[in-house]
Structure formats: structure tokens, C-alpha cells
């Protein structure tokens, strides 16, 4: 499985971001996603996950209410709507698949396949 993310960049506190993640597997649907960063300094955290089929997110509380993870199996993707950036949110963000969704899809040892990372900068 390669996971191919994009739609990072720089922007302003307020603004909205879009990040993509592509999945180049066949059976993309077997797998749930999750989206996790890792600020300067700082340990990768977990920010949102959804199940194979879409129906089940899960949000870490620093994000809910602002990101909304979603995906497209039919396109082998998945997605993090970023609003209401904040100067705190600036990370790398990492796609990740996981299989067994053992221990926990907030854990890093949960995911099997990582994608290289996209830059979101937040600036004030």
C-alpha cells in the first residue's frame, strides 16, 4: 500500500485547508484511515479516523468541530477539511491505513501503511 498525501501549505489563522491523501491499493475499503501530525518538538498525535465504509469518525478533541475526515472509495482517497486553522495546528500531517485497528485508531501503532507527510503552517 502507498499513500500519496498533498494539499498542505501556508496560510492564516481562519482559513480553511484541504488535505488528500491517495491510496494506491485494490482494495482500499478494507483499510481505515487516519490522519495524524507531529509539531516541531513534538510527539505524531492522532487527529481524525474513519471506517472502512465512512460511517464511523473519530476526532481527537483538539480538532472537533473544525476538521471533518472523509473518504472516497470509489476514488481511493481520503480527506481532512481543515477550518478555523489555528497557529497550534501547524504540523506535518501524515494519511495512514490500518488493518487490524488494533490497539486503538489513535494510536500510531495502530496504522500498518504511512504516506510521507504533507506541511501545514498556520500562521497568526
Known amino acids: 500500500v502507498q499513500l500519496q498525501a498533498s494539499g498542505g501549505g501556508p496560510v492564516q489563522a481562519g482559513d480553511s485547508l484541504r488535505l488528500s491523501c491517495a491510496a494506491s491499493?485494490?482494495?482500499?475499503?478494507?483499510?481505515?484511515m487516519g490522519w495524524l501530525r507531529q509539531a516541531p518538538g513534538k510527539e505524531r498525535d492522532f487527529v481524525a479516523a474513519?471506517?472502512?465504509?465512512?460511517?464511523?469518525?473519530n476526532y481527537a478533541d483538539s480538532v472537533k468541530g473544525r476538521f471533518t475526515i472523509s473518504r472516497d472509495n470509489a476514488k481511493n482517497t481520503v480527506y481532512l477539511q481543515m477550518n478555523s486553522l489555528r497557529p497550534e495546528d501547524t504540523a506535518v500531517y501524515y494519511c495512514?491505513?490500518?488493518?487490524?485497528?488494533?490497539?486503538?485508531?489513535?494510536?500510531?501503532?495502530?496504522?500498518?501503511?504511512w504516506g510521507q507527510g504533507t506541511q501545514v503552517t498556520v500562521s497568526s
Open positions: 495512514a491505513a490500518s488493518g487490524s485497528v488494533r490497539p486503538s485508531v489513535t494510536e500510531d501503532r495502530a496504522y500498518d501503511y
Open positions: 491499493v485494490r482494495t482500499f475499503s478494507h483499510y481505515y
Open positions: 474513519i471506517s472502512w465504509g465512512g460511517i464511523t469518525t
